[in-house]
């Protein structure tokens, strides 16, 4: 069975948490940081790392706001985001498809 | 990366979508209210019609009754959005859906009924029933899609029971408006309040 070409993967979102943060904001027009966490069954620190990393890639944007004198931070897939989780499932199914 | 982690991977991807995407955009909280607050507004109703009550007493219990049904979901809205944990586009569209339905129900109630002289509820059931098979189908709630079917079947019942082919029950005594009332608690207040428990099991399962 012939290997796939690993680099047409797009590396940003090939990684388990980082894909399904993507994947559940697809699911979801808005997702605050704590549902992001109970779903993606990830710690603080580890969640806030790939985040911000999908923040710099500009696959996701981040609003920050008070609520109760609580900092609250709600994430959201940007049309860049949403091209690239699309491309990326576009090439594991053709991946599929082809062998 | 083979065909195998490929599949897996997809699977992942369908999962965690899946898994998200049961999140309950509503828990029955305003079908529970305004169902409840408007039978009882079309009972009164009745009541004051079988009493010979004339005058701005109709309009101030209408005026009362929709105006505390509104002030109720505008509170309970922006208090949910502030601290909501996540937010979809089906609840977006189920916001807007039933503001658009309410606007159009208000201009039924206060201007379209006393303009043309008719009673607005067979009106109102064919708008609802709009609503609710709407809903029905951004909740996948098949109670709902039968409240919606109900709600059409209603809608022709109370046309033909304000025309002038329709025996009366009694003279004073608005059929259309008894059978809205007695709708409204069978096809909005009962589901909403399954919708509530549904809601519910799905929060305490996380």
Redesign the interface.
Known sequence: MADYDHTLLDDVIHSRIRLAIMAVLIAVDQAEFTFLKEKVNATDGNLSVHLKKLDEAGYVSVQKRFVDRKPLSSYRLTARGRRAFESYVERLESLIGKQ | ???ID??Q??A??RK??????R?AVDNGVDYIVWGVLVSLGMFATIGLELLRVTGAAYLLLWIAVMGGGWVFSLVRHLRER????????A??ILNALWLACGIVIMILIFIGGPMLRQSPSPAIAAVLGIGFLVSGVLLDFVYFKVSAACWWAGSAAMFYLESPWARPVHPRLHADMLLFAVMMILFQVVPGIILYRRWRNEVAG?
């Open positions: 990366m083979d065909r490929a599949q991977e997809l992942f991807i965690v979508i899946q898994d998200s995407r999140v502030s601290t909501e944990r996540v937010r979809t586009m609840g977006a996380g």
